[in-house]
């Protein structure tokens, strides 16, 4: 068992770090895998652990990347380009692997992204109503009482004394919802559009919250920021209780989430590898990381293991008329 690489993944998972877990759940020898190795693959194409050779891993991290865009799982076949057919089915991506190991590989990807968090500041049973709400959902919650007393909410355990949002991993997935009823809106909601929230909201009357963001603008407050500013913040319930109020509020987030926002990006957001493709085998090798290159003609090529480059050498025109 890869504990190491089951310990990365957990922390990972608690600092809101979106990655891929990936399983070998099946090889054929002499793949350089092993049967239950596993390997946490990030956003940027890093991989943590180990899962098989040259010709296996960039594949690997394609696919990976892929999954933690569109947080779904997939099994991979890597194997010979002529025993593809032979596995192809509904839920298996097969990828030859046309290099000089007769090996073949079965891997499963595992996307994490992170769920979604409210982080709600103030005091009122609608925060508390609202954080309630966000756990028996699934999701994380924080409330921030700068000043106030924990044990004086529902869910102490979830309560922090300070205006302070770092340490709270606060991303595209996070909903920042300020709650003070007029004691410190503007510097909850500055703090708030200083964060990474994928959503900004003010629980407010509309009067109000127009007289917070002016007040927000009249110091300098960017008006693209201001634009994030979801006020009154919730869908429209009419006039309704306190604490009904965490109603409206969750019910706009939970469609937001099904809308596809409050997600963290995936690997579209992070640096792309530059990749090119061995002209012997077809196998991907990522750039940075290649080893064997070679220039012909004034053309760059790489490759993902010394005998496609040998190969290459000897007879470049039989691999340049196939691409």
């Not at 040259?54 to 999954?67: G, I, L, N, Q, T």
């Not at 990828?95 to 103030?122: F, K, N, T």
Request: charged share 25%.
């Amino acid at each position: 068992m890869d504990v190491s690489v089951l310990v990365d993944a957990v922390e990972l998972s608690e600092q809101r770090v979106p990655y891929v877990l990936a399983t070998v759940v099946w090889r054929r020898g002499p793949s350089s895998g092993r049967q239950g190795s596993k390997a946490v693959v990030l956003a940027d194409g890093t991989v943590r652990g180990w899962l098989g050779g040259a010709c296996a891993e960039p594949s690997v991290v394609r696919h990976a990347r892929e999954c933690l865009d569109t947080g779904q799982p997939a099994l991979l076949f890597l194997g010979q380009s002529d025993e593809l057919d032979g596995r192809s089915q509904d839920g298996v991506r097969s990828i030859a692997m046309a290099c000089e190991s007769e090996g073949a590989l079965e891997v499963y990807l595992e996307p994490h992204r992170p769920e979604p968090q409210v982080v709600v500041v103030g005091r009122s049973p609608a925060v508390d109503a609202l954080a309630e709400m966000a756990v028996s959902l699934g999701w994380g919650a924080t409330v921030i009482d700068d000043g106030g007393n924990p044990d004086e909410h529902t869910r102490p355990e979830l309560v922090r004394t300070k205006l302070d949002l770092s340490g709270l991993g606060i991303d595209g997935a996070t909903a920042v919802v300020v709650a003070t009823q007029g004691h410190y809106d503007d510097l909850a909601l500055e703090a708030a559009l200083e964060s990474d929230a994928g959503y900004v909201g003010l629980i407010a009357s509309d009067r109000r919250a127009a007289t917070v963001l002016d007040h927000l603008r009249s110091r300098g407050t960017a008006g693209a920021d201001l634009d994030r500013v979801h006020a009154p913040a919730g869908v429209d319930l009419g006039a309704v209780a306190n604490a009904e109020i965490a109603v409206a509020v969750m019910a706009d987030l939970v469609a937001r989430r099904v809308r596809g926002e409050l997600v963290t990006g995936g690997s579209s957001e992070a640096p792309r590898r530059v990749e090119a493709i061995d002209p012997v085998c077809g196998m991907t090798v990522a750039v940075d990381d290649a080893k064997y290159h070679t220039v012909h003609d004034g053309n760059d090529y790489w490759f993902c293991a010394p005998g496609c480059l040998r190969a290459f050498r000897a007879d470049p025109q039989t691999f340049l008329a196939s691409t």
